[in-house]
């Protein structure tokens, strides 16, 4: 079975830029979960889809956004790039959306902005 | 506010020897906790969790402990190996909670030397 894809991989960006990542969860996995990694903060939470719905948004501004496509497939989005957005973001998915189901993550798209 | 606390950013140990990785929450409705381990350039992997009703949980060479009146969760590897050395993320949240409602620490890069 395929893992999580993550693409693209690397991405560089200039300030005020916006961006697309996609994500291609396991398949028959309906939960897709978007994390942001950087060395001071450790992974946060950014949003979760299930079913093309999200279920849950972390505390981060409106310029990011997210959706998930019927197949599950999910993208993020952030508008007006900033400097700070410069991290590693992943993706997760599980079967479905409880605590108790396994996240699989993707490598991840790292993100560069200039 | 950070609520799942991981103090230690790095850790090194020597191959055979014990290591000992450590969480701290502060959110006493965390009844289900999780270790993730993440290498270099790839996503991190589930690899053993507890809940609240237990004190401790093994799987092969990692052994989770929980002193829930401490609000500490440790997780022990035995006997540690190079293969071992990665950065390992605590994370907590209450069980009939969602993905969404998981928080991860900041993690621990743990090294083993040879």
């Known amino acids: 079975k395929a893992g999580v894809t993550q693409t693209p991989r690397y991405l560089i960006k200039t300030r005020g830029q916006q961006v697309t990542l996609s994500c291609s969860p396991i398949?028959?996995?309906?939960?897709v979960s978007w994390y942001q990694q950087t060395p001071g903060q450790g992974l946060q939470f950014l949003f979760e889809?299930?079913?093309?719905?999200?279920?849950n948004k972390g505390n981060f501004p409106g310029r990011f956004s997210g959706r998930q496509f019927s197949n599950s497939r999910s993208e993020m989005n952030v508008s007006t790039l900033e400097l700070g957005d410069s991290a590693l973001y992943l993706c997760?998915?599980?079967?479905?959306?409880?605590?108790?189901?396994?996240?699989?993550f993707g490598s991840g798209t790292q993100l560069s902005v200039l | 506010d950070q609520q799942v606390k991981q103090n230690s950013p790095s850790l090194s140990v020597q191959e055979g020897r014990i290591s000992i990785l450590n969480c701290d929450y502060t959110n006493s409705m965390f009844d289900y906790f999780l270790w993730y381990k993440k290498y270099p350039a790839e996503g991190p992997t589930f690899l053993i969790s507890i809940s609240s009703i237990k004190d401790k949980n093994e799987d092969g060479r990692f052994t989770v402990f929980l002193n829930k009146s401490a609000k500490h969760l440790s997780l022990h590897i035995v006997p540690s190996q190079p293969g071992d050395s990665a950065v390992y993320f605590c994370a907590a949240s209450h069980y009939g909670g969602s993905q969404g409602n998981l928080i991860f620490g900041k993690g621990t890069k743990l090294s083993v030397k040879p």
């Open positions: 889809y299930f079913s093309e719905t999200q279920r």
């Open positions: 997760a998915s599980s079967l479905d959306t409880g605590i108790n189901e396994k996240l699989f």
């Open positions: 398949s028959g996995h309906r939960s």
